[in-house]
C-alpha cells in the first residue's frame, strides 16, 4: 500500500469518526440544553406563581381589612345613634311625665276653684281617667320610639352583616382566581417543559443517526481508497 492510499483511507475512517464524535457531542448537549430549558421553565413559572399568590393575599388582606372596617364603622355609628336615641327617649319620656303632671294640678285646680270636691265622686272619676290616658299616651310614646330604635339597630346589624359578607366572597374570589391562574400556567408550562425535553430528544436522535451515517461513509470511503 502506497503512503497516498493510506493517506486516503486514514483521511476517510479518521474524518467519518471525528465527524461521527462532533455529532454525538452536539446530541448530547441538545439533550442537556433542552432539560436545562425545562428546568428553568418550571422554575420560572413556580416563582412568578409565588409572586402572584403574594400579590393575591396582600391584596385579599387590603380588601379584608377595609371591608371590616366599614362594617365595624357601620356598627359604631349603630351605638352612637342608639345612645343618642336612647337618651332622647328618656328626655321625651321624662317630659311627658312633667307634663302629665302639671295637667293634673291644672285639673285639680280648675275644679277645687268651682268649690267641688275633687277628692271624691265623678271630679275624681274624671281626674283618673285623664291621668290613666296620659299615661297610656306615654308609654305608647315610648314603645314606638324603642320599636323605632330596635328597627334602627337590626338594620344597622344587617348592613354590616352584608359588608363583612361581601368582603369574604370578594377575598375568597381573588384567592380562587388567582389559584385557578397559577395552576393554568404551571399546566402549559408543564407541557411546554415536556415538549422542550422532547425536542432536544428528537434532535439528539437525528444528530446520533447523522453521526453513524458519517462513521459509516468514512469506513466506505477508506474501503473504497484501499480499492482502488
Known amino acids: ?39 428553568g421553565l418550571m422554575d420560572m413559572t413556580t416563582k412568578n406563581n409565588a409572586i402572584q399568590t403574594n400579590l393575591a393575599e396582600e391584596n385579599a388582606a387590603a380588601v379584608w381589612n377595609v371591608g371590616y372596617a366599614n ?37 285639680r285646680a280648675r275644679t277645687s276653684g ?10 275624681l272619676h274624671h281626674l283618673n281617667e285623664q ?15 324603642l320599636l323605632s330604635t330596635l328597627g334602627y339597630m337590626a338594620d344597622q346589624a344587617e348592613r354590616a352583616r352584608l359588608i363583612k359578607l361581601e368582603t369574604r366572597q370578594r377575598v375568597d374570589t381573588m384567592k380562587r382566581n388567582v389559584a385557578a391562574a397559577n395552576e393554568v400556567a404551571m399546566n402549559e408550562a408543564i407541557t411546554r ?10 434532535t439528539a436522535v437525528g444528530m446520533r ?3 453513524n451515517a458519517a462513521m459509516w461513509s468514512g469506513i466506505a ?8
Open 114 to 123: 268651682t268649690g267641688i270636691s275633687v277628692n271624691v265622686g265623678s271630679p
Open 71 to 107: 362594617a365595624k364603622a357601620v356598627e359604631d355609628a349603630a351605638m352612637r345613634t342608639l345612645a343618642m336615641r336612647t337618651i332622647g327617649t328618656k328626655y321625651k319620656a321624662e317630659q311627658m311625665w312633667l307634663a302629665r303632671h302639671h295637667m293634673m294640678g291644672e285639673i
Open 131 to 145: 291621668a290613666q290616658l296620659a299615661e297610656r299616651d306615654i308609654k305608647m310614646t315610648i314603645g314606638m320610639e
Open 209 to 211: 443517526a447523522q453521526g
Open 193 to 202: 417543559a415536556a415538549a422542550l425535553r422532547r425536542g432536544g430528544q428528537l
Open 221 to 228: 470511503s477508506g474501503i473504497g481508497a484501499l480499492a482502488g
Open 1 to 39: 500500500m502506497s503512503w497516498l492510499t493510506f493517506a486516503k483511507v486514514a483521511v476517510g475512517i479518521f474524518g467519518g469518526m471525528s465527524q461521527s464524535s462532533t455529532l454525538n457531542k452536539g446530541a448530547s448537549l441538545a439533550v442537556k440544553f433542552s432539560n436545562e430549558n425545562a428546568a
